[in-house]
Every structure is written in C-alpha cells, then in structure tokens.
C-alpha cells in the first residue's frame, strides 16, 4: 500500500506514546514497534542501507542518481505521540469528501470538531479527513510527517527521472518529551541540511522557533507542629502556591500569542517543608528569557520578604534555542523549500514562526540547519486532532521537489 493515506492508517493503531517521567531512551519501549514496521517498509522498498538502533532511532539511505555534488539532505519526524492524551487503540475514522459539517466522533460524542473551532477546515471542503474515534488522540503529531516521507521515499526510489542526491531518512523517539534528539549520532547521520516534517498548514514553513529554558523553584520552609505552629511555621506549599498566584497574566500562555512570550508552571508538589513548582519559560529571543528570568526571581524574592525563615533556589535549564539563528546563515535552505511549495501548487506560501519547537530547533545547533515544513496536522495532542489525506499527500509531493530543486542548483 504505497499512499500516505494508507501508510498512516496503520502507523496510527501504534501505540508510540512517551513517557517524562522515563529516564530511557526511548523513554517507552513500545516506539520501537513503529520503528520496527518502518524499517522492514523501508527495506521492502529497497533501502538497504536501513537500521533500528538501541536506542530508538531509524537511519535510513537513498542512494543519489546523480553524478552531481549535491549536499546530503535530511527528512526527519518523530514516532512517539504525547503524553497528554492517550494513544492507545486509536481508531481511525476517514471523514471522505468532506462539506463542511460538524465532525461528531461516535465513541464519545461530546467530541465534536466543529469549523468556527478549526479555521483550517474552511479550506478542506471535498478532501477526505481522518480524526480518531473520540476516546484518544489520533497521532497526525507526528505520524502524518512519518507518512509523508516514507510516501516520498517509495516515489524517489521508483521513478528514476527524479534527479537527486544522496538523502537520509531520520525517524526519533521522545520529540514530544523534548528529549527527540538526544541521542542522535550526527556522524553517522552525515546530512548537510535537514528538513522536519512537522508542522500544521499545508504551504506551510516554520523557520523560526521559540527559544526556551525550564526553571524549577524549590521553597524551603519551616516545620512546626499545627497545635503550636503559630508565630513559628513557615508552610512551603502555601509560599510555592503564592508565587504560582503572582504570575503575571500577561506572562502566561493562555494571554499571549504572536512573538509574546510567556512563564509556564506545569508542575507542583511538595509539602509542609519543602515544595518544587517546574516551569517552562518561552521566548523567540534570549534577551526575553533572561528577562522572564528576572521576573520570576522577582517574584520569589517578593514573597519571601513575608516569609524570613524560609528560603528558594532557582534552578535553569537550557531545553533548545530559536533555530532562525542559525537558518539565517543558510538562506538557500528555506529559499529552496519556498520554492519546492510553489511546486506542489501553493502560490503564496506561508514563512511563519512556531510558538513551539522542533527536533529541528537542536538539530540546527548541532549542525544540521533544519527548517520546519507542514505535514497538516492540527489540534495536536486532543481527542480534536486530524489531518486531511490531501495535505499529507501535498506534504510527500513537497520532499520530492525539495530532493529535486537540491539537485538542479547543485
């Protein structure tokens, strides 16, 4: 079955889920049911030079037909769904020529993916969308991307009137933990410039992304019995829940979008004590995280005044930084993929910003200038999610241009 739509039908009844709290890589065992599937689909095409590694990972090669020097390109997705919402016993539902209505999903019908929800049905109608049932996520995020490039590689491999150079194929665990690249081994990858397929819009191209940083604050308090506590105890879960409170709305996710960043708590626990508030603290520039820095510490420090036998300490934590830095050094890769989606039929494709990242946004600081292209999927991590066959299809014609255009400049 050489479609993407048929490819991601099976893909998504895997359950790829990753695991935080996990500290193997891959962070659950079962990814590797995929990436097992993936590579006997890769050498049943005829890549033999296909390999599963011990810690998740599937390289892949597609010789170059070319006699060319054409710099090696990367197409790279990720396997492993979210942790957000299950992704046990998805079951895919194809929506066929669709008009517009409402998409009640039978399993549990208070699921409704409406239109006036999701703007980008507007521009669905007469395409075939497929959604999960209702009761988990359906993996669009990032299987439609896994899809895509293995629907690219099956029309690379067999027409051989497209011209291209030497291509790696790169399939990762643990994106979705932001661990996706960790153990990637870049010599052994041995690609010049890379491409994730991993984004949303069809016509599509993200070559910018949030920088960020995680912060964890711990609050130190004082102990005392209940019955005698009075003039004495300091309770480090009252001083954490506090802090938490005097979080600027303008600073948090739910009020900003754009270029605005914002200060995340996503984690809290403790007790009389001691008590730890995780956070994620997101910028396009570090100039704005050290400055979310600074608040924060603003913050604790302006608490603590109220509490004098207590204490905090702020731990921080590089996760990635905005991948626009080093693209902007390499124009000719988002120039070329620019071009590649006039190709497949977008006039006016789309250069945008994610309020996210990539496992491109660390692979571009690990040397592979990696921008982001759609593979048209949308509300990520929901029951809500889905993606149109059409786009995924769109998403595979764009790769082949990409491998095309490479090798025509060359």
């Not at 500290?23 to 033999?48: F, H, W």
């Not at 949303?200 to 209940?226: C, K, Q, R, W």
Request: proline share 5%.
């Amino acid at each position: 079955m050489h479609t993407a739509k048929e490819r991601f039908l099976r893909y998504v009844t895997i359950d790829t889920q990753s695991d935080p709290n996990s500290p193997t890589c891959p962070s659950t065992e079962k990814q590797k049911n995929l990436s097992r599937l993936l590579v006997d689909e890769l050498k049943a095409m005829g890549v033999t030079d296909t390999e599963l590694d011990e810690h998740g990972y599937v390289y892949a090669t597609i010789p170059a037909n070319t006699d060319k020097k054409v710099p090696v390109l990367c197409f790279c997705s990720h396997v492993d769904t979210s942790p957000d919402c299950s992704g046990a016993g998805v079951k895919p539902i194809v929506h066929a020529k669709y008009k517009g209505q409402d998409l009640v999903l039978p399993d549990d019908p208070s699921v409704v993916i409406r239109m006036a929800e999701h703007e980008d049905l507007k521009h669905q109608i007469g395409n075939d969308i497929i959604t999960a049932s209702g009761t988990t996520l359906l993996g669009a995020d990032n299987k439609a991307g896994v899809a895509a490039i293995m629907d690219a590689a099956h029309t690379l491999l067999n027409d051989k009137n497209l011209k291209h150079g030497k291509i790696r194929i790169l399939f990762t665990p643990d994106e979705e933990i932001g661990r996706g690249v960790d153990k990637v081994d870049m010599k052994k990858l041995g690609a010049r410039f890379g491409y994730t397929i991993d984004g949303e819009t069809a016509g599509s191209i993200e070559d910018e992304t949030f920088s960020a940083d995680a912060a964890t604050v711990t609050v130190y308090g004082v102990s005392a019995h209940p019955g005698f506590a009075k003039g004495k105890m300091e309770n480090a879960l009252k001083i954490a829940a506090r802090i938490v409170a005097k979080f600027p709305d303008k600073l948090s996710p739910e009020h900003t979008e754009g270029r605005q960043g914002f200060i995340h708590p996503v984690h809290f626990e403790g007790n009389l004590e001691k008590a730890t508030i995780k956070l994620i603290i997101r910028d396009f520039t570090e100039s704005g995280l050290k400055r979310h820095a600074k608040t924060l510490q603003k913050i604790v420090d302006g608490v603590l005044k109220s509490f004098p036998n207590s204490r905090a300490e702020i731990n921080l934590t590089v996760q990635y930084r905005n991948m626009g830095k080093v693209l902007r050094r390499h124009p000719q890769v988002v120039d070329h993929a620019i071009e590649a989606l006039q190709r497949a039929g977008f006039k006016n494709p789309v250069k945008s910003s994610i309020r996210g990242g990539t496992d491109g946004s660390r692979l571009s600081f690990m040397g592979l200038p990696c921008p982001n292209l759609f593979a048209g999927e949308h509300a990520f991590h929901s029951k809500q999610e889905w993606v149109s066959v059409q786009d995924m299809d769109k998403a595979a014609e764009t790769i082949v241009h990409l491998a095309q255009i490479w090798e025509e400049k060359s």
